[in-house]
């Protein structure tokens, strides 16, 4: 693979590179396809993420800043790995951009309008009542003659 990358990184004609890139993609494009599909979970999504991440490899060797490349087969997937990361930073985003549909917006006003506890509230309240009145000692206070006092 280093004759492949010293081939990539050399500035050659335009036609003789781009079979060179076409011929370094057609094998490279099953194993960058397999790592996107085993990082998006997504066939359709994993295949638009190879051609991003080929298209992103064919406009930084066009450039004329990058010279020569060590390791071409690692620089391409930590091209495929970022493609990846900045996709599903994006689905995330997508998901909290989200409006739910106008009935279950409506929905979830309506229960988040309610002004006091619904049964649950309350058993919940009930119980930690009882939890608190359990836990604190009884002490006995001299001023009181012997009477019991909750102690806090």
Do not use: Y
């Not at 060179?20 to 094998?27: D, L, N, Q, V, Y």
């Not at 619904?118 to 206070?141: C, G, H, M, T, Y």
């Amino acid at each position: 693979m280093g004759v492949m990358a010293d081939r990539l990184g050399a500035s050659l004609d335009t036609q003789a590179s781009t079979r060179e890139f076409g011929t370094w993609m057609a094998s490279e494009q099953k194993r960058i396809f397999l790592l996107c599909r085993r990082l998006l979970q997504d066939v359709e999504e994993a295949d638009s993420a190879t051609q991003d991440a080929f298209l992103k490899a064919w406009q930084a060797l066009n450039r004329t800043e990058l010279k020569e490349l060590e390791d071409a087969s690692r620089w391409l997937t930590r091209i495929a790995v970022n493609t990846c990361l900045d996709r599903l930073r994006s689905r995330r985003w997508q998901f909290w951009r989200k409006r739910p549909n106008p009935q279950d917006e409506q929905t979830i006003l309506e229960l988040a309008a309610t002004a006091g506890p619904d049964a649950l509230d309350q058993v919940f309240a009930a119980e930690i009542a009882q939890r608190l009145e359990n836990r604190a000692p009884k002490v006995e206070s001299p001023a009181a003659g012997g009477v019991h006092i909750e102690a806090l």
